[in-house]
Each structure stands twice: as structure tokens, then as C-alpha cells.
């Protein structure tokens, strides 16, 4: 969960071991990621009923990356379609962790 909300349901998926960008990650963690990406779109799916599903991955900090990590964002689409760009507000710990509770019973 982020508190940077860009769409329904913002979700950051990353793996165990840091690694700076997608060419560090190795095969098999990168199978484990994507069926973490496929489970988290698939809870966002269930609890919010988007009219899409929004997935992006930034690496270092000429793709607007500010700490270079892999992590990938899984967003539902915003009833008009799309996802915020630019500077949002940034929720609550309080209302993140309800939408956590949400989320939760539908990841695997």
C-alpha cells in the first residue's frame, strides 16, 4: 500500500532482496513479482470494480525514480479512466490502512 494514491487501490509490489533496477532481478524472483502484480490487480479488481487496471515500474532516476529500487505500482483506473499524475495528496496512515484492510482478504 502507498499513501500517494494515484488510482484506486495503490498497491507497491517488491521483492525480498533489494535490487536496484529490473535488470537485477533474477528469473525466479522475477516470476514471484509478476504473480504478486497478477494478485494484487486481481484484489483491486475485487474491491473496487475498476474499469481498468494501471501497472508501471520506474528504474533510476532518469524514469523519475528517487531512490533506485525495483518496485512495481498496481493501481486501479480512476472512474474516468487513467491514474493521477504529477504531485498528489498523500493520505493518512489511518486511511491507507483501511484501504489495506479491504485488499488484504483478497491477496493471497
Known amino acids: 500500500m502507498t499513501r500517494e494514491q494515484r488510482g484506486r487501490g495503490h498497491v507497491l509490489v517488491v521483492p525480498v532482496q533489494h535490487r536496484q533496477t529490473i535488470l537485477d532481478v533474477t528469473p525466479s524472483e522475477a516470476s514471484a513479482l509478476i504473480g504478486q502484480v497478477i494478485a494484487a490487480a486481481r484484489a483491486i479488481d475485487e474491491v473496487f470494480g475498476r474499469p481498468g487496471i494501471a ?16 518496485h512495481f505500482h498496481v493501481a486501479g483506473t480512476l472512474p474516468g479512466g487513467d491514474t ?22 483478497h491477496l493471497s
Do not use: K, M, Y
Open 55 to 70: 501497472v508501471w515500474q520506474n528504474n533510476g532516476l532518469a524514469a523519475n525514480q528517487t531512490i533506485p529500487h525495483v
Open 84 to 105: 493521477e499524475r504529477g504531485e498528489v495528496e498523500e493520505l493518512s496512515l489511518e486511511a491507507t490502512d483501511a484501504i489495506a484492510l479491504l485488499l488484504r482478504p
